[in-house]
């Protein structure tokens, strides 16, 4: 990306299944939304939370944002922000799942291969209903918009603090 910081927003799930769709959705919202700069510098791609290819998409990134439904037993349609570049994510709300290991146990596996960027974030969709062929539930459809604005916003305060260093 001729010297820019390469930064992955992954959505994560399977949009067969209910609100487990909620991270790709996310990435859609993104994708053609962000402004020109932040567009030529930021990956917005979906994926299906296979172990090996979510090591590949983090490979080389300076910062990754990933986004995907959860079940912790919050309120259907909360949006937390967790920073698992200092501390684990919880893996009981990240446990075994559709795509096969949980997003808990990628990115740990990342962490212990080096292959973890830096900032490494993921903004968890409490999920409501997981059911083949159905829609995003209604609660966490007004989710994905609030996660997509928050990290938006979180984007563009990373694009400013990297002008600041560069200048």
């Known amino acids: 990306m001729n010297g820019v910081a390469r930064w ?11 609100d487990d769709g909620a991270g790709r959705a996310v990435a859609r919202r993104l994708r053609g939304a ?11 791609a979906e994926a299906d939370g296979e172990v090996t290819d979510l090591l590949a998409r983090l490979e080389g990134a300076e910062a990754a944002f990933l986004i995907d ?14 920073d698992v570049g ?14 096969g290991l949980g997003l808990a146990q990628a990115v740990e596996l990342a962490r212990a291969l080096g292959q973890l ?4 974030v993921v903004y968890a969709v409490e999920g409501a209903s997981f059911d083949p062929w159905a829609p995003l539930s209604p609660v ?17 305060v990373l694009r400013d603090g990297e002008r600041a260093i560069r200048a």
């Open 86 to 99: 200092h501390a684990p994510l919880p893996p009981d709300a990240f446990g075994l799942s559709t795509h």
């Open 34 to 44: 962000l402004p020109q700069d932040l567009a030529d510098t930021v990956i917005v």
């Open 8 to 18: 992955v927003v992954l959505g994560i799930g399977n949009p067969e299944r209910g």
């Open 140 to 156: 966490v459809t007004g989710a994905v918009d609030e996660a997509a604005e928050r990290l938006r916003a979180e984007l563009a």
């Open 117 to 120: 960027p830096p900032t490494c």
């Open 69 to 82: 439904a959860c079940v912790s037993g919050a309120p259907a349609g909360t949006v937390r922000r967790l």
